[in-house]
């Protein structure tokens, strides 16, 4: 490990010196170290927050985001999409690296990244307060204010993507922000402090601090003094940081997950129909909280779908995720590749009284004999199976044969998820009235991953709290201040004299 370089975390405008305790970075396409960072402890994190305010609250213009100008804070995360955009091929490198996703889907993921900090940037510089129509000879302005020191805690799958979201709504409203990445993949956030730093943003303005979910998680968000935090990851994960949150009453913005359901009606051609379900299950190797991980398929086209799916499917370049011909690139780690074998164990058992039917796929793999990898698979099983109902975050997918337009929502609806959903059909007015009975917070009509930071992000149910992306995202780190100015309504209720005093 003499060889393997170790990176800090980046704290008031630099890096840090090394944790006593690291822990090692993976290629889980190779199975290679590729970096160590710190596992930092409670004391470091308390300390880090500790510092964090007084960069909050500092008095000095020059030093205090809180208090930079509306066209300052534009400059500044402009010029980070300016910079970002110029290295796009280095976090690309990152990127594949940490996550084992093919370079062919990094690319094009990542050159839309830098449009986040500049649409954050606009919304910071154009939104303005308002003025109520308050009854009488009264003036009533609201104004809103950053919240403080906030947490934000963003997974593996979509490192740079779901932090830059998160990043760019709570920088924009002037708060000062603590990231901590996914264990897996921190490599290419830990990049990007630097690079907002040569942005102009003032140092310790934005921290980002390493270790494990479960101990530097854990520690940042009990801590007393953040203002809020804003978590990607399961509902677990959620269960475990809402307690002490609520003790100390800190808001909590959540994206836990999905099972979204890909709903094919028969008024789409089977080949357009075979090319939407490969794009909605397979990207990302299905590690994605809008996988199509259920495909609910109208029996008048379900058996031709299934035939061309099956072949299509079987012909998914699984390979080394450098190589721009591969399709399917790593699951993150031997977890997840035995999470994926499970799913597929207890599908293929009598369950319920009925078997799932394995199309193809089905086992783990390997590349060059090293890796993470697992088939591309999809089952044949029912609604109220394990596989059905619950997320795999891999790439085996239920398929289902519905009856009828009633049978595809009655299912769509039938879990405890409720992030994003396809509708595809060719009939605009089934469509209007597909997507009206839907309970999810993102339905695609014909489309599927269609992702912009002007679009509000988030579920309902047990998928989460809050939004990414858009004005919600952007207020959801304010505080609103409500200023009453009076000009014409006399103090006279305890007057011996009073006559038309107004109370409220």
Known sequence: ??????????????????????????????????????????????????????????????????????????????????????????????????????VREMRAQLARIPEWLEYFAGLARVHEGAVTPFKGPVVNTLVRLPLGVVAQVTPWNHPLLISTKKIGAALAAGNVVIVKPSELA???????????????????????????????????????????IDLTGGLATYQAIAPAAGRNMIPITAELGGKAPVCIFPSMEVEQAVKAALFASFIASGQTCVTGSRLLVHTDIYDEFVALLTQRTKALRVGDPTDPRTQIGAVINKAAVERCAAFVSRALAQENGSKANLLCGGKPTTVNQRGFFFEPTLIETHSKSDLACNEVFGPVIAILRCKSEDEIVRIANATEYALGASV??????????????????????????LNDPSSPWGGFKASGVGKENGREAYESYTKVKSVVYNYGVLPTWFDDEEGNARYG
């Open 186 to 228: 921190p490599l290419s956030i830990l990049k990007m402090g630097p690079l907002f730093q040569e942005a102009g943003l003032p140092d310790g303005t934005l921290q980002i601090i390493c270790g494990y979910g479960r101990d530097t998680g854990k520690f940042l968000c009990e801590n007393p003094s953040l203002a809020k």
């Open 424 to 449: 595809w059909t060719r009939d605009f007015a089934q469509a209007h009235r597909v997507v009206g009975k839907i309970e999810a917070g993102i339905v695609w009509v014909n489309g599927h991953h």
């Open 1 to 102: 490990m003499a060889d393997v370089p170790h990176i800090s975390n980046w704290v008031d405008g630099a890096f840090s010196s090394p944790a006593s305790a690291r822990l090692v970075v993976v290629n889980p396409a190779d199975e290679s170290p590729i970096a160590t960072v710190d596992a930092t402890s409670r004391e470091q994190v308390d300390e880090i927050v500790s510092r964090s305010r007084q960069h909050f609250s500092s008095p000095s213009p020059s030093s205090s985001w809180a208090q930079a100008d509306a066209s300052e804070r534009f400059s500044v995360l402009s010029q980070a999409a300016t910079l970002l955009r110029a290295r796009i091929p280095e976090f690309v490198d990152l990127e594949v690296r940490q996550t084992g996703r093919p």
